[in-house]
């Protein structure tokens, strides 16, 4: 069960930036004795890996926070971010295999299933949500959202590794944040839309009222 929501919360994770959850995989595996990844999994450790992860990383936080651009970036990473939920789901699977399940072992595939599965999810929701704020606060928003995605991708995936048993309630969290953040930016994007409206339909009427040549009407 632990290794099922570890692999779960390193899925969502990567679901909002896919190279936090695999490069705090690596660099915990290869450092500390918190995580152990078996071979079949040992180039996430690998020097070379961290590194170009590392860049990766490092162009993903710059672009994301850049309007329009980060749309574009979504695009290409919707293929990404996937397979890297998959990979640190399957890699923590089989360090665990949900506890020695022997369907799991039997069945080492559906790992990457879930972790992709779950990836996906949280990766559409979040090219939901961008176009919404970057519509609704005319682009100003796209740096606030992208530093608040970034720090819930490393906070879950610390959780997952430190405290699996807190990822169900932190993926609940994220889930009520994200609808309260489509209801604020739509609710202020249909008033500004209404102001407008509001406004024409106010001066038409005292237009209407308006008595023609001072109240007098012309002579024959």
Do not use: C
């Not at 399940?101 to 599965?117: E, H, K, R, T, Y």
């Not at 405290?163 to 609808?179: D, E, F, G, I, S």
Request: proline share 5%; aromatic share 6%; net charge positive.
């Amino acid at each position: 069960m632990l290794a099922m929501l570890t692999g779960l919360g390193l899925s969502a994770a990567a679901g909002l930036n896919a190279y936090i959850p695999v490069l705090a995989v690596g660099v915990l595996d290869r450092y500390t004795d918190l995580v152990r990844l078996p071979a079949e999994f040992a180039w996430m450790t690998n020097g070379w890996v961290l590194l170009i992860v590392g860049v990766l990383l490092a162009v993903e936080v710059v672009l994301d926070k850049v309007p329009v651009v980060d749309s574009v970036n979504d695009a290409v990473q919707t293929f990404v971010r996937p397979a890297a939920g998959g990979a640190v789901f399957a890699a923590t699977d089989a360090a665990g295999r949900f506890e020695t399940s022997s369907f799991m072992q039997d069945n080492p595939w559906l790992g990457w299933v879930l972790g992709i599965a779950a990836a996906l999810a949280m990766h559409l929701a979040k090219t939901s949500i961008r176009p919404l704020v970057n519509a609704g606060t005319l682009g100003a928003g796209a740096p606030v959202v992208s530093v608040a995605e970034d720090t819930a991708s490393l906070g879950m995936s610390l959780l997952a590794i430190l405290a699996p048993l807190v990822v169900l309630l932190a993926l609940a969290l994220l889930a009520y944040l994200a609808y309260r953040l489509i209801r604020t930016v739509r609710h202020r994007r249909r008033q500004r839309h209404e102001e407008p409206r509001t406004h024409t339909l106010a001066v038409t009427r005292r237009r209407g009222r308006r008595p023609v040549d001072g109240g007098r009407s012309a002579a024959p």
